[in-house]
Structures are given as structure tokens and as C-alpha cells.
């Protein structure tokens, strides 16, 4: 299913709700996308440009279930299969991201939004970004880009990401902004692969899609993207970047970032620009839920049988995992805790939960821990390691913070009270009460 075929269903299905009214892209449509999120939002008449916005597409996980037509508990195998048995997409020679190409650029005509009122500047944050290496071939992950000029933007490069290496190896590199993407192209590019892997590979096998040469830089790109911003990235030039609202919804420092130079812009006739709110629902469901097949898979490698894992929105979907598993052995909960840090090494606090605890229900997992948790024998504490940038308590420069373990599962064999949560009977309500 295409990015404008999506959009057709769900506007049949009245799920789609459209802002008619002019409006803003500094501060004002990002405060109605978030007051009405989830519900996906069309904005027909952005005072600044003459495209149309949408925000709000894919912020549950069970949106983006009823996309694929699976279920949510469908997602971390679909996902794992995705990224074993990749495939090739198809290479095609014309392409709806190139029906009208810009060599004059002016980044000040697209809806670039001016997100919260201490950001640095109008940011791009839904774009897959594409490069190459000589050695390794094409990545394709998420950067965020705050943009100085018309025609150049400071852009997010953490070290340690295979974009990162690819610039440091050649000081300079040809990437390709893609916006307009559908969930099996945001999902694979947000996954964490071995270098060389290129994640178009695993959107393919999610769902068959087709790829064209970029129109000036020598990159595969979608074929079906709504804009795409080709240029260069340079490692020595930098400006600053930031503030910026990151992941915990709190802002991230000011840093010196690589500048990237936008040279050509490719787009639809009639393109939409698709806005992913920093820091909000649909920013937490595409960043967190690409890790929970790693967790899964390393919890399972453990010896352990992995029910789901949940990189839960209450952890910034990035710092949190619950995890279901099929308690066998008493160490299984321990277990579980160390294969899932090696899963997710961005991860602060790890819980362990029984296959009778619904890891999507706060309340659930919360009654696990006040009922079969004891801090003494259920607490696992890691001395300080390396664990995420977007950690606001983390130190700052090395990243260095504690990770904690929490055993949440009831004991094989209990000793004394009942671990069993008492169920009600099952009645037809209806029976009892008139309409």
C-alpha cells in the first residue's frame, strides 16, 4: 500500500480529520497536532507554503498493525522476518518523487515546522535519510535537521551510528532527505542492523516496494517519497543545532553539527509533507517499537521463552522494555533481564513479567511489581555503563548511567499466600440493564 493509498482509506474511513482553516507552521500546527493526537490530521492550507501537512499517521501500535493487517503481537516476528530475509526491491527508471525537480532551492516554501517555542529553528524530523560507502553501500536511518538558511540545515549525526562512520570515512557524503513515507519505510529505517545492511533491504521484505536513482546524487531512494531533499553532508563544516525537543519531550543541548546542503529538491506534483511530532506519540511508536524484536531475539537466545516485549511510551519508548515471558525456571526472570540489555543497550530499567501480566496496561505491570516484587532478590543493579544520549539524568559526554533489572514474575513454587490474581464471573451486562 502506497503513502497516498493509505491516506485514501483512512480518509474512507473517516478516520482522517482535515484543518480547512489557515494556519501556521511556526508553533501553531504543531500545538493542534498534538491536542488531537492520535487522530491523524490533514492541513489543506498552511499559511507559509503551498503544500499540504499531515501528522498524526502511524502513533499507535496498533495502527501500524491494521496497516500491515496483522496483529500487534504480529509485529516482532513480521519484523524479525523482515530484517533475516531481506529482499531486493525493484528498481524502476521513472518515479512519482520526481515529477517536478528543483535546482532552485528555497527551503523557506516548504512546510518545515517551528515545533515547540525554544527550538533552534524549523526542523525536519520524519525523514529517512539515505547515503552510501564505497565499501559498506547504502544505510538508511533517521536525522534530525534544523534549517539556517534557505538552503542548508544543521543535522543530528550521533556518533557511534553507521551514517557517522560512513562521514568520518569519507569526510563528506551524498544523502538524500526522503519525506512521505509508509510504516514498513520508517520501521526499517529506525532498526539497528549490522553495518552494510542496507534497511531498504528489510522494507522490501515487510512490503514489496520500488526504488529509483536519485535525480543528482548516486543514491536508491522510494520511489513513491513525497519530497526528497538531495545534497551533500559535510563533517568539517558545522553550525549549530538545537534546542531541540528530543525523545523524553524534555530539549536537547545545543550542539556543533555536520551542515547539510541542499542542492536539489524532487517531489510529487501535488506532494504532501509529512510532519512527525518531536518528542509525541508517533516520534515514541517509531523509534522504541524497532527495538523490541532485538530484545525478543536476545531474550529467547538466553534460554528463556519470550512471550512480547512492550518499549513502552511511560519509558519514552526508549529507556523502558517490559517483557512477557513463560516463566520455566526461577532464574528465567534474571535471565531475561540480561538478554534484554544486550538487546537494547540504550535501555535504563528492564521488567520481567509473567504471561499473565498485559505488558500494554500500566495499571498491570505496576500490580506485578507491588505484589511480586522484593527489592532484595528481584533487583538487579548494573554499575554505570554506557547508556543513552537522550537520557537527561545520564552523565553528561559519556553517556555513563545505572541500570536496573526488576524480576516482576511470581515464584514457580509460592510459599504462603496465593500469587494468582482472582478473576471474576463473566456475565452478559446487557441482560441486567435497559438500553
Not at 515471558?325 to 533481564?337: H, Q, V
Not at 498485559?358 to 538487579?380: C, H, K, N
Amino acid at each position: 500500500m502506497g503513502f497516498r493509498d493509505y491516506i485514501n482509506k483512512i480518509d474512507e474511513k473517516g478516520l482522517l480529520q482535515k484543518v480547512d482553516v489557515e494556519t501556521s507552521k511556526k508553533l501553531e500546527i504543531s500545538g493542534i497536532l498534538k491536542e488531537k493526537e492520535p487522530t491523524p490530521l490533514m492541513f489543506n492550507n498552511v499559511k507559509e507554503s503551498e503544500f499540504r501537512l499531515i501528522g498524526n499517521m502511524f502513533c499507535t501500535k496498533n495502527v501500524i498493525a491494521s496497516y500491515f493487517n496483522v496483529t500487534p503481537a504480529d509485529i516482532i516476528p513480521m519484523l524479525s522476518k523482515a530484517i533475516t530475509q531481506r529482499s531486493e526491491p525493484e528498481i524502476i527508471s521513472n518515479a512519482l518523487c520526481q515529477e517536478v525537480i528543483e535546482s532552485n532551492v528555497d527551503l523557506d516554501k516548504l512546510p518545515i515546522l517551528f515545533h515547540c517555542e525554544k527550538d533552534g529553528g524549523n526542523y525536519i524530523s520524519s525523514a529517512v535519510v539515505i547515503t552510501r560507502d564505497p565499501d559498506y553501500g547504502q544505510n538508511m536511518d533517521f536525522h534530525r535537521a534544523m534549517q539556517f538558511s534557505k538552503d542548508k540545515f544543521s543535522t543530528r549525526i550521533v556518533r557511534g551510528r553507521h551514517f557517522h562512520t560512513f562521514l568520518e570515512r569519507n569526510s563528506e557524503l551524498d544523502v538524500a532527505f526522503c519525506i512521505g513515507n509508509t510504516p514498513n519505510i520508517l520501521i526499517a529505517g529506525a532498526t539497528s542492523v549490522d553495518i552494510g545492511v542496507d534497511e531498504l533491504h528489510i522494507a522490501n521484505a515487510l512490503e514489496p516496494i520500488k526504488v529509483v536513482k536519485a535525480n543528482s546524487v548516486d543514491l536508491l531512494i522510494p520511489a513513491e517519497a513525497e519530497f526528497v531533499l538531495e545534497g551533500r553532508v559535510y563533517l568539517e563544516e558545522k553550525h549549530a543545532e538545537g534546542p531541540f525537543v528530543d525523545l523524553t519531550e524534555t530539549y536537547d543541548i545545543v550542539r556543533e553539527e555536520p551542515v547539510f546542503e541542499v542542492k536539489k529538491i524532487t517531489h510529487r506534483k501535488d506532494a504532501i509533507w509529512q510532519a512527525l511530532l518531536p518528542g509525541a506519540l508517533e516520534h515514541k511508536i517509531l523509534m522504541g517499537m524497532p527495538r523490541e524484536p532485538t530484545i525478543f531475539n536476545k531474550v529467547n537466545e538466553t534460554g528463556v521463552k519470550c512471550i512480547d516485549v512492550n518499549v513502552n511510551p511511560g519509558g519514552c519508548s526508549w529507556l523502558h522494555a517490559i517483557v512477557q515471558i513463560d516463566k520455566i525456571s526461577e532464574d528465567d526472570g534474571k535471565k531475561a533481564i540480561k538478554g534484554a540489555f544486550i538487546g537494547h543497550g540504550s535501555c535504563k530499567h528492564v521488567f520481567i513479567v509473567d504471561k499473565d501480566i498485559d505488558i500494554y496496561d500500566p495499571l498491570s505491570v505496576e500490580w506485578a511489581m507491588a505484589t511480586r516484587f522484593q527489592g532484595d532478590v528481584d533487583l538487579i543493579i548494573k554499575d554505570k555503563e554506557p547508556g543513552s544520549s537522550l537520557d537527561p539524568s545520564a552523565e553528561l559526554g559519556t553517556k555513563k548511567t545505572t541500570k536496573m533489572g526488576f524480576d516482576l514474575t511470581k515464584p514457580l513454587i509460592p510459599k504462603g499466600k496465593s500469587f494468582e490474581r482472582a478473576d471474576f464471573p463473566q456475565v452478559d451486562i446487557k441482560k441486567y440493564f435497559k438500553q
